[in-house]
Nanobody, 124 residues
Framework: QVQVVESGGGLVQAGGSLRLSCAAS????????MGWFRQAPGKEREFVAR????????SYTDSVKGRFTISRDNAKNTVYLQMNSLKSEGTAVYYC?????????????????WGQGTQVTVSS
């Protein structure tokens, strides 16, 4: 079992930045790909970004490309999501997820473990 805990959410003005962190338990963290998803009020959860186990491969949904950066520190069992130039449509609960594979797709069903989420609110 892998425990996943997100942190770093909060209230930010449009155009501002936030960095989310995701800490995962377990000695096999460095073998697993990770992803960030978000769920806005009244909408379905959607893919945001993913990163391979090594950190060498990343992928983003089109709406955040050039503004968000996913990274990881395997020594700390932590994945980050740096969010710059935030827009009001970025208001959502952001979830971190783990997949027991070195790489994966952007489908929710592919992920094995999920955190409880962290709220990000972008004020306009």
């Amino acid at each position: 079992q892998v425990q996943v805990v997100e942190s770093g959410g909060g209230l930010v003005q449009a155009g501002g930045s936030l960095r989310l962190s995701c800490a995962a338990s377990g000695r096999t963290f460095s073998r697993y790909a990770m992803g960030w998803f978000r769920q806005a009020p009244g909408k379905e959860r959607e893919f945001v970004a993913r990163i391979s186990a090594t950190g060498f491969i990343t992928s983003y949904t089109d709406s955040v490309k050039g503004r968000f950066t996913i990274s990881r520190d395997n020594a700390k069992n932590t994945v980050y999501l740096q969010m710059n130039s935030l827009k009001s449509e970025g208001t959502a609960v952001y979830y971190c997820a783990v997949v027991r594979s070195s790489w994966t797709q952007d489908r929710m069903a592919d992920y094995d473990y999920w955190g409880q989420g962290t709220q990000v609110t972008v004020s306009s």
